[in-house]
């Protein structure tokens, strides 16, 4: 069954989304647990942790729901194609009317 | 770590204007967007356009300031404007087809009018952006010591790359990074804040009496610390400012009109109205939280506008920092670059091509607009400067509002709703609306209203009734605009059944809107 693509066509904001929250997931989970292995006083590292990874679930969900950027320029073609069609579409109908 | 994080943001964000650029076909394409937006994309970039130095740093110092009537700023102050755009006055502007608030008044009014319009609101984009520069500077120098002169400067060269090489588009997409960047930045704040203080109920018996209600000490100015009693929250707050605001700012209007649809048009203010009824969890809770945590600001110490950021400090632990202050940042630049896209549409289509070059192709049109970028990114370091001078960003912000939204509120108001004001009753009733606004500014001092948040809104409703009335009485005496000219421009001469295809009941705005509205009552009586 084909995964169903976010709404928005050749640049894909959950793309984005997903690979930013990943990344900061990551950063942050990874210095939580540096923290939790090297304590500092007065440092609570459990907050890295807990959050770095409830941003890093986020980020992959996006992540493998959005449009890669391999359809970008698919779907960028095609809404060329779409608004070329317009407006001969409209230069058609003007015709029409002239008629 | 911390500096690693805000460099991987800055990459991001010149990356999608990087990309957004490839996609920049047409003029509508760089100012609208294309008009192919789903109205989540155009709702959130909405209500993040929006969510500048105001929302955050301004609000979080105003809660500590006045305490939690401050939260009238948006279940009085943003809600009810945004539902009546949604309903009402979206049709209109989405409808016409304009690019512009100011195209709009060209449709209902004359070029007059338009002209004026466009000139007062690039100004006024100007300072604001010159605002959400400063703040961002601020946190920069409070929490990184960088000096406020270098921050201006890295973040306009930012905003300037971003903004110039995708324009709306890219300001949009960012925005949207930004407010989600913006939740999961803040939101630890009150729900690591409320646990150390023992839930609302700590809170509110830790703060000074009086801080935890919104209605219950309006009956008298003298009773709340903002100085306004519940009528001139109601007319100045509730109806100018606000729906002077909401209803006729082109920085918001214009996401709006990115929609792909009339009903995405519609849904969009109304998914921004709904966050604006939990936004006050990240905006004025963390306030509330800085009385108790972050005591003795603004007693001749630091200003009320640190309050977050030293939350900030208090509360996260390293990386969690870089990830608060890149939400931070993430507000100051949609904040910025949402005025800076609105300066670029007006100065681009309202400006230049209507009086300096006329015949511009389109492709001209879109370098122009990228050179307004840049322009107003240079323009809005010196406004940075202005904002500096003034003891509060919220104070400035909204005696700007006061001044040129109000008036304008009443002159779209009669326009879109009355047929018979006339173009020239438009003009000088906006005009006169404005000079006595300045006017109330220079020579009456703040002493007389009481505080200086007494004196904008009052100043605002004003210099409203001044515009509405001078509006009434020069349509009285002068020459109407033919009724074939008004069609689809003004409320009663608009065919509903050709923009509003039947929806299911579910989908509808007024469904949207009503459950807002049971929302905004049940918040009202809980906080009574």
Known sequence: ?????????????????????????????????????????????SIDIYWGLFMLAIGTINYYKSNKPSNWNKAFAISGIEQIEKRLKGILDESVEEV | ?????????????????????????????????????????????????????????????????????QVQFYWLGAVPAILFLALFMMPLYYGTKVHSVPEYLKLRYNEATRGLNAVIFAGMTLLLSGISMYA?????????????????????????????????????????????????????????????????????????????????????????????????????????????????????????????????????????????????????????????????????????????????????????????LTALMAGFMSGMSGNITAFSTVWTDDLYKTYVNPKASDQHLIWMGRISVIVACIISVGTAFIAMSFPSIMDYMQALFSLINAPLFATILLGMFWKRTTPWGGFFGLITGIITGIALFVFVPVSYFGTVMAANIWRAWWTWTTCFLVTLAVSMVTKRKPEAELKGVVYGLIDKGEIQKKLPWYSRPITWALIIVACLIIVNIIFF
């Open chain 2, 136 to 324: 961002l500077a601020l946190i920069f120098n409070i929490l990184l010591g960088w000096s406020i002169y270098q921050s201006i400067i890295l973040s306009a060269l930012i905003i300037a790359v971003y903004v110039s090489l995708g324009g709306l588009t890219s300001s949009i997409y960012n925005e949207i990074l930004q407010f989600f960047l913006i939740w999961f930045g803040l939101l630890l704040l009150p729900i690591l804040g409320l646990s150390e203080v023992g839930g609302w109920e700590g809170l509110t018996n830790r703060i000074p009496e009086g801080f935890s209600h919104i209605w219950a000490n309006t009956a008298t100015a003298a009773q709340n610390p903002m100085g306004v009693d519940w009528l001139g929250l109601v007319l100045g707050l509730g109806f100018v400012l606000s729906f002077g605001y909401w209803c006729t700012d082109f920085l918001v209007i214009q996401r709006t009109l990115s929609a792909k649809n009339i009903e995405a048009s519609q849904k969009a203010p109304l998914i921004g109205g709904a966050i604006k009824l939990v936004l006050p969890l990240i905006a004025i809770i963390p306030g509330l939280l800085a009385i108790v945590l972050v005591p003795g600001l603004g007693e001749g110490g630091q200003s009320y506008n640190l309050a977050l950021p030293l939350l900030i400090k208090h509360y996260f632990p390293p990386a969690m920092i870089g990830i608060g």
């Open chain 2, 1 to 69: 770590m911390d500096y690693l994080i805000i460099v991987i943001y800055f990459v991001f964000v010149i990356f999608i204007g990087f990309i957004v650029r490839k996609r920049v076909r047409t003029s509508k394409d760089f100012f609208l967007a294309g008009r192919s937006n789903p109205s989540w994309i155009s709702g959130l970039a909405f209500i993040s356009a929006n969510m500048g130095a105001l929302e955050l740093m301004g609000m979080c110092a105003g809660a500590y300031e006045y305490g939690f009537i």
């Open chain 1, 1 to 45: 069954m084909q995964k169903k693509q976010s709404e928005n066509t050749f640049v894909d904001l959950k793309f984005f989304l997903g690979l930013l929250f990943i990344i900061y997931g990551i950063l942050l989970a990874g210095t939580g647990i540096y923290y939790s292995l090297n304590p500092v006083v007065g440092i609570d590292s």
